[in-house]
């Protein structure tokens, strides 16, 4: 038994869970079918509902933040699909955020558990240290390693490691090397000047979706400045309670698009782009920075938000010389996050013969959820499978995926059920399109 388990209960001072947040549910269980957690675990205590309980039990000093309480948060997802269909308006993320910030300072994990998340936290939020371990992700990919391991099973003993194995991303060493200018002009007459956010993940193993972005942006018109001293945008360590982190990483990004004098800040990675909006939340109590964040995050765009609601001024050509049947694929933090679902559709729709399908449970998780499918991975597989199940069920001869996360996510449980249909980022489609490109389906 650890410290944190014999932890009398009550929350510590620093920003709990709000109490009239957690009393304006009405436990009605709305909430309830759109949990992936529920729909795959079936425990109340792995719903909304369920949740919102034990915060209530645990401020009133009925429970404690012990390894019997704290699994049901870890189960959570964070896709926030119950604000979507809550009734109330309960600010579930605002609580989800607090309760974990409340759990990383007061719960004593194991020690493999610690191990795991010391790595996920001191390696993927940094680009740089990131980049120096793609020459050996390569040589693992490249030398006949990755075949052996996978062959042997080697890492089914450690399922974490083995999740963290199967969604590892084709390593591209020369597109890696590729940097983007700090300032990209417009072409034709200048209507806006943008900022734009590369991501961690994004501009290391997806480099094409970045310059894709920056094409279509200066397409129509969009200047484009591209700060090199920028970082993480703060949503890994923001989404797992890692407070002091994520606050620091924010503002890093806030000074690195300082005195730019930028019309908006454009962002093509779902999850960091939700993260980015919330700053204001995030250095709320920051004398020195509260203010700042609130600007930053108030010029914020999601790309394909940005760009239904100025119009595209560039003509678009068809991808393919027939009926291109395309699946868009919701990420939750763009869904359910930002709310934007209505404004990727539109841009497609404009895309000469595009004929966009439904998958069925298009608001369901695909299990990625950050790096939820690291830390819980036999959740996410279940999830996964669905999700990439769906999807091919519509019969699209390609899928648009949004955040680089449910891109992984998807193409590992498309491989695992033998089935190979392309994947692009919306951004890319259009690039395409603009350029003239057929694609090869």
């Known amino acids: 038994m650890t410290l944190s388990d014999t932890k009398l209960g009550g929350f510590d001072p620093q920003l709990p869970p709000e109490q009239g947040v957690i009393d304006s549910c009405v436990h009605c269980g709305f909430c309830l079918d759109t949990c992936p957690s529920y729909r795959v675990l079936g425990s109340e205590m792995d719903s909304p509902r369920g949740r919102i309980y034990l915060?209530?039990?645990?401020?009133?000093?009925?429970?404690?933040?012990?390894?019997?309480?704290?699994?049901?948060?870890?189960?959570?997802?964070?896709?926030?699909?119950?604000?979507?269909?809550?009734p109330s308006g309960v600010r579930y993320d605002e609580l989800l955020a607090s309760m974990r910030a409340q759990i990383e300072r007061n719960y004593t994990r194991s020690l493999g558990d610690r191990l795991f998340r010391w790595l996920i936290f001191n390696l993927f939020p940094y680009p740089l240290r990131l980049k120096l371990l793609l020459p050996l992700l390569w040589v693992y990919q490249n030398s006949g390693l990755q075949w052996l391991v996978r062959k042997l099973g080697i890492l089914k003993l450690i399922p974490r490691l083995a999740a963290m194995e199967l969604i590892l991303p084709k390593v591209n060493l020369q597109a890696s090397k590729k940097v983007l200018p700090t300032l990209i002009p417009a072409q034709g007459e200048k209507r806006y000047r943008v900022g734009m956010v590369l991501g961690c993940v994004q501009r290391l193993f997806f480099s094409p979706v970045n310059e894709a972005t920056a094409r279509v942006l200066t397409a129509n018109g969009?200047?484009?400045?591209?700060?090199?001293?920028?970082?993480?945008?703060?949503a890994l360590p923001a989404h797992q309670g890692q407070t002091a982190q994520a606050q620091e990483l924010a503002r890093q990004m806030i000074d690195s698009f300082a005195d730019q004098d930028l019309d908006y800040i454009i962002i093509n990675a779902a999850g960091c782009g939700h993260t980015l909006k919330e700053y204001g939340r995030i250095l709320q109590d920051d004398p020195d920075y509260a203010q700042?964040?609130?600007?930053?995050?108030?010029?914020?765009?999601?790309?394909?938000?940005?760009?239904?609601?100025?119009?595209?001024?560039?003509?678009?050509?068809?991808?393919?010389?027939?009926?291109?049947?395309?699946?868009?694929?919701?990420?939750?933090?763009?869904?359910?996050?930002?709310?934007?679902?209505?404004?990727p559709r539109d841009l497609l729709r404009q895309i000469p013969h595009v004929q966009l399908r439904e998958p069925a449970e298009h608001n369901l998780c695909c299990g990625s959820a950050g790096v939820f499918n690291l830390l819980q991975p036999k959740i996410a597989a279940e999830l996964g499978e669905r999700k990439a199940r769906n999807l091919l069920n519509t019969g699209a001869k390609a899928i648009a995926s949004a955040n680089p996360g449910c891109?992984?996510?998807?193409?590992?449980?498309?491989?695992?059920?033998?089935?190979?249909?392309?994947?692009?980022?919306?951004?890319?489609?259009?690039?395409?399109?603009?350029?003239?490109?057929?694609?090869?389906?």
């Open 222 to 234: 969009c200047e484009v400045v591209i700060p090199h001293g920028q970082g993480c945008c703060a």
């Open 292 to 343: 700042k964040a609130q600007d930053f995050a108030a010029k914020v765009r999601d790309a394909q938000e940005f760009l239904a609601t100025v119009g595209l001024t560039t003509p678009l050509n068809p991808l393919t010389s027939e009926a291109f049947p395309l699946v868009y694929q919701d990420a939750c933090h763009l869904l359910h996050g930002q709310k934007i679902s209505v404004q």
């Open 407 to 441: 891109s992984l996510q998807i193409q590992n449980h498309l491989q695992q059920q033998g089935q190979t249909i392309p994947l692009w980022h919306p951004m890319e489609l259009l690039d395409f399109a603009i350029r003239g490109v057929l694609l090869p389906l």
């Open 55 to 86: 915060m209530d039990a645990i401020a009133k000093g009925e429970a404690e933040i012990n390894s019997a309480t704290v699994q049901h948060f870890d189960s959570c997802l964070g896709c926030l699909a119950c604000t979507s269909a809550c």
